[in-house]
């Protein structure tokens, strides 16, 4: 009786080992949009890069946007953790959101790649109504966590927009503290469900003067 075992059956494709994976394909794209900038990173340098076929880019990501998308994603999940802004003290969530926003543009690598034009943008959006508005309706719960939720990211994206990416002369002047201090009580505000009805239609009230002019449109949901 022959107790050898079996010699492995060789199979076509891929050689065995380590294959390449979404992850290594993203670590190599991001390395070049922040060396090449988007619009002069191809698909085939960053095949090159990940020792993949560019097929496999396509397989996985659909196309450069898609594949940017997958990389600005990455960047937020690891700047931005939003397990751990829900985590904690619920009376200073407000506060821990400011933070977040402002942390994730002192990261260097971030800032880099949102300078790429409308698709870090769009990404960003994206990113804002998947995870935070998301998370913040099943964290916040009740029958007005869907408007309160919406409330709090409409905030945060108008101090994204006025601040960071079509950054206007005095939010982009503001130290982060000064912007914690202008923004926590609006937030709050939307944050509690019994203050919210009321608090919802004076959000540009709570902010002061200087910055009404040019915040309030943007924070203030319709």
């Known amino acids: 009786m022959n107790n050898a075992a079996p010699a492995p059956v060789r199979t076509r494709g891929r050689p065995r080992g380590n294959p390449p994976t979404r992850e290594s394909i993203v670590s190599a794209a991001r390395s070049l949009f922040l060396e090449r900038g988007y619009r002069r990173t191809t698909l085939r340098a960053v095949a090159g890069a990940a020792g993949v076929d560019p097929a496999l880019i396509a397989y996985h990501f659909g196309s450069k946007k898609g594949l940017f998308a997958d990389v600005m994603q990455f960047q937020c999940a690891r700047a931005l953790t939003v397990d751990d802004v829900l985590d904690g003290d619920r009376a200073a969530l407000a506060e821990r959101l400011i933070d977040a926003v402002t942390d994730l543009w002192e990261d260097a690598d971030f800032r880099?790649?949102?300078?790429?034009?409308?698709?870090?943008?769009?990404?960003?959006?994206?990113?804002?109504?998947?995870?935070?508005?998301?998370?913040?309706?099943?964290?916040?719960?009740?029958?007005?966590?869907?408007?309160?939720a919406t409330a709090v990211v409409t905030i945060l994206g108008?101090?994204?927009?006025?601040?960071?990416?079509?950054p206007l002369p005095t939010?982009?002047?503001?130290?982060?503290?000064?912007?914690?201090?202008?923004?926590?009580?609006?937030?709050?505000a939307a944050l509690a469900p019994s203050s919210y009805r009321g608090s919802h239609q004076n959000l540009a009230e709570r902010l002061p003067g200087r910055l009404r002019p040019s915040v309030a449109s943007a924070v203030v949901p319709d």
């Open 112 to 148: 880099r790649l949102t300078i790429q034009g409308d698709e870090a943008a769009e990404v960003i959006r994206e990113y804002l109504e998947r995870e935070l508005l998301t998370r913040l309706v099943e964290f916040l719960g009740g029958g007005d966590a869907t408007a309160r």
């Open 158 to 166: 108008g101090l994204i927009y006025t601040r960071y990416l079509n």
């Open 171 to 188: 939010p982009a002047a503001l130290t982060p503290s000064e912007v914690r201090r202008i923004l926590a009580p609006p937030l709050r």
